[in-house]
Structure formats: structure tokens, C-alpha cells
């Protein structure tokens, strides 16, 4: 069973930066593809980056040029670098892992709150 871990959320002001960690239980080489989700209350989830088996990264257009999607190998860890955060990014984000089988994996979430 794989396991998601993340951390790295919290209380920020807008403006500022937070990085998010998602460490997995096996090798992060193994999944097709790695996601950072987000959902807000009272809003739909929200794909923000993805980074797939080949390294390609993917962004939402709401966080394009402010959020980096990264990945550690030995570490078996994922990260979501975001910088220049505003109010409208607040919500609980999710990493998840795709395998080729079609499963996907859920880590707990990690809320992120950006005051204003």
C-alpha cells in the first residue's frame, strides 16, 4: 500500500512563500505522474502541478510563474515551491501519485492559509 505524506503547510501573509513536502512510501519512480491538488471551501478541487515519470511539469494557469513543482528521488519526495501567494490560494492541498494501472494514491492534505 503506498503511503503519501505531507507537510510543510500553514499560516502566511500574502506575499510570502511556503514549500510543501510530499514524501512517499516507495519510489516516486514508480508512478506515472505526481500531483499537488488543492481545494478551497465551497470550491471545486483544483489540479495545481503535476510532474510526470519523464520530469515534464505541468501548472494551473492561476499559479503559473508563482508555484515549482520539484521532486528529490533519493528522498522519495515531491515538493511545491510557492512563492508570491495570495488570499486566493488558500485551501487544503493534496498531493497525489498516478501508476500506470490507473490507481491513484492520496496523501492527508496540508492546509495553507494566506492572510491578507
Known amino acids: 500500500q503506498v503511503q503519501l505524506v505531507e507537510s510543510g503547510g500553514g499560516l502566511v501573509q500574502a506575499g510570502g512563500s511556503l514549500r510543501l513536502s510530499c514524501a512517499a512510501s516507495?519510489?516516486?519512480?514508480?508512478?506515472?505522474?505526481m500531483n499537488w491538488y488543492r481545494q478551497a471551501p465551497g470550491n471545486q478541487r483544483e489540479l495545481v502541478a503535476v510532474?510526470?515519470?519523464?520530469?515534464?511539469?505541468i501548472y494551473a494557469d492561476s499559479v503559473k510563474g508563482r508555484f515549482t513543482i520539484s521532486r528529490d528521488s533519493a528522498k522519495n519526495t515531491v515538493y511545491l515551491q510557492m512563492n508570491s501567494l495570495e488570499p486566493e490560494d488558500t485551501a487544503v492541498y493534496s498531493c497525489?501519485?498516478?501508476?500506470?494501472?490507473?490507481?491513484?494514491?492520496w496523501g492527508q492534505g496540508t492546509q495553507v492559509t494566506v492572510s491578507s
Open positions: 510532474i510526470t515519470n519523464d520530469g515534464s511539469r
Open positions: 516507495g519510489s516516486i519512480f514508480s508512478f506515472k505522474a
Open positions: 497525489t501519485a498516478d501508476t500506470s494501472f490507473g490507481d491513484d494514491y
